[in-house]
């Protein structure tokens, strides 16, 4: 079990800054199964936000992005 712990983690240690990893796991107390399930991760460069589809004024990094799933096409 030990095992399957530190591997979710260091896959989640991957993906998220120091700052963001922090803010996630202690101040939200968000498990990393759900971390990872959620496809939360740091992103440093315009360019990503840009391919994301973010407008300029949100191209602002450090940013903290997450999958958003729509159920039919609703918010």
């Known amino acids: 079990m030990q095992a ?3 591997a979710r983690a260091s896959r989640v ?3 998220l800054s120091e700052a963001h990893l922090h803010m996630l796991r202690e101040e939200s ?3 990393d199964d759900v971390i990872l399930a959620h496809g939360y991760r740091t992103v440093t460069s315009p360019k990503d ?3 994301l ?3 300029p004024a949100q191209r602002r990094e ?3 992005v ?3 799933h729509r159920i039919a ?3």
């Open 66 to 68: 997450w999958t958003v």
């Open 29 to 31: 107390a968000i498990a």
């Open 53 to 55: 589809g973010f407008a």
């Open 4 to 6: 399957n712990q530190a």
């Open 73 to 75: 096409n609703r918010c």
């Open 13 to 15: 240690d991957d993906h």
């Open 62 to 64: 450090p940013g903290l």
């Open 49 to 51: 936000l840009l391919d």
